[in-house]
């Protein structure tokens, strides 16, 4: 064996690099954060504290990728939102009927 091939690493000639890109943009007033991995296609994740996360693929702009998932993001947070109100309304109505 040469000293070569104990060296940490020894027998992998293989070498792949990862480009990851990080950065931060605000959505109706709601922080986002995102993060892609690799190029075309890049694994875009983006994450907000209080929405939760969502990723997805994107083959060209992982920027507008990520808008796009944070717009989604926002949809159903309001979708939701509009289910709790009109149940809240259900049930309070229930009430004063009773």
Do not use: H, Y
Not at 22 to 40: M, P, Q
């Amino acid at each position: 064996m040469s000293e070569d091939d104990t060296a940490p690493g020894a027998g992998n000639r293989d070498f792949s690099a990862t480009r990851i890109v990080s950065k931060t943009f605000e959505l109706d007033g709601i922080e986002f954060s995102w993060w892609a991995v690799d190029d075309a296609p890049a694994f875009v994740t983006v994450s907000s504290r209080w929405f939760g996360s969502k990723s997805a693929f994107a083959k060209s702009d992982p920027e507008a990728t990520a808008r796009r998932l944070a717009e989604s993001i926002v949809a159903q947070s309001r979708e939701k939102a509009d289910q709790v109100r009109a149940q809240l309304k259900a049930r309070a109505d229930r009430r004063t009927v009773d």
